[in-house]
């Protein structure tokens, strides 16, 4: 594999370079944020007809925004050092505080897109966040579905789910005071991982320092095995998953960072075919068990530092 430099002079997102929009990138030490320049959604959005109906129509607009992790253009989420994960929370959790004090923010909707199998062309490590005036579909279902849970059991559906896990106790990757990582027995992924605090917070700005320092050390083991499973940069898709914030409560939303994994081997992607597009049932070819004890059985120290 070529070796990729620190800084690369036509990166976007290399501190001090141009962007498209002619705006200079600070020389930024640590993170950096932006406004999206190729924005997906804005409040500059041109103005569509709304419609009602079986055909409806209405304006989807909000903040698109851009974070960096590292000025270096070489390294990734996996291979920062723990101190600058914290600090990558931090701004998580200010983004979200932010973005959800917006009064047409009902949602925010942070992610990363890593490796070339999900599309990234540029690897400068950065995560993208969507704040919406609309709620995502899987963050609507969610809600939903976990007051519906409280509701008919007086119990909180993703409390339900680690103790459950913690009962079978096969596919835990990660677990320490407060933080736990495991791939959850409805994988649909191979190396599908589940990476949330214990106690329920409906959002990642919620969680006190103790405990965000413990999920930093849990999200940190993950990545380091993932990247460690077959000696190479490991390509995923990472929604965090928080309540939305169109200004109603959701006490039994429990805030988790999701691992969408698309190889299934080095090299071999899942493909959605016939069952999953045609039939719309996502057929999993291993189980999750087996890929658990894969992670599990990797080293805790990134292949590149234990040279
Ligand atoms: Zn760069
Ligand atoms: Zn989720």
């Known amino acids: 594999m070529k070796s990729i430099p620190e800084y690369v002079q036509d990166c976007y997102l290399c501190p001090g370079n141009k962007r498209v929009s002619g705006i200079q990138n600070d020389n930024y030490q640590q993170n950096f944020i932006f406004d999206n320049d190729h924005a997906c959604v804005s409040f500059d959005a041109p103005h569509v007809k709304e419609q009602d ?22 390294v990734t989420l996996a291979e920062l050092e723990f101190d600058q994960v914290v600090s990558l929370l931090k701004v998580w959790q200010n983004q979200y505080s932010e973005l959800a004090a917006h009064p047409e923010i009902n949602h925010v909707l942070i992610f990363e897109n890593k490796g070339e199998a999900v599309g990234v062309s540029n690897p400068h490590p950065h995560c993208q966040i969507y704040a919406t005036n609309f709620v995502f579909k899987y963050i609507e279902t969610e809600a939903r579905v976990s007051e519906e849970y409280f509701g008919q059991n007086q119990k909180n559906l993703f409390q339900e789910i680690i103790a459950l896990e913690k009962k079978d106790n096969k596919r835990i990757i990660f677990e320490n005071d407060s933080a736990i990582a ?9 190396y599908e991982v589940y990476v949330a605090p214990k106690k329920t917070y409906p959002s990642i700005s919620a969680m006190p320092i103790g405990e965000l320092m413990d999920f930093a050390e849990a999200l940190q083991c993950v990545l380091v095995k993932f990247d460690n499973l077959w000696k190479m940069p490991f390509p995923y898709v990472m929604p965090l998953h928080q309540a939305p914030t169109d200004g109603k409560a959701y006490p039994n939303f429990h805030f988790h960072i999701e691992f969408h994994p698309p190889l299934r081997k080095p090299n071999v992607l899942k493909y959605l075919a016939g ?16 890929k658990a004890a ?12 234990s040279k």
């Open 275 to 290: 069952p999953e597009i045609g039939g719309g049932n996502f057929l999993s070819d291993t189980s999750p068990e087996e």
């Open 53 to 74: 109906g079986l055909y409806k129509s209405k304006p989807a607009t909000g903040i698109s925004r851009v974070v960096c992790y590292s000025p270096k253009h070489n």
């Open 182 to 190: 495991f791939v959850p027995y409805f994988a649909r992924y191979a």
């Open 294 to 305: 894969e992670l599990i059985n990797c080293p805790n120290v990134h292949y590149k530092t």
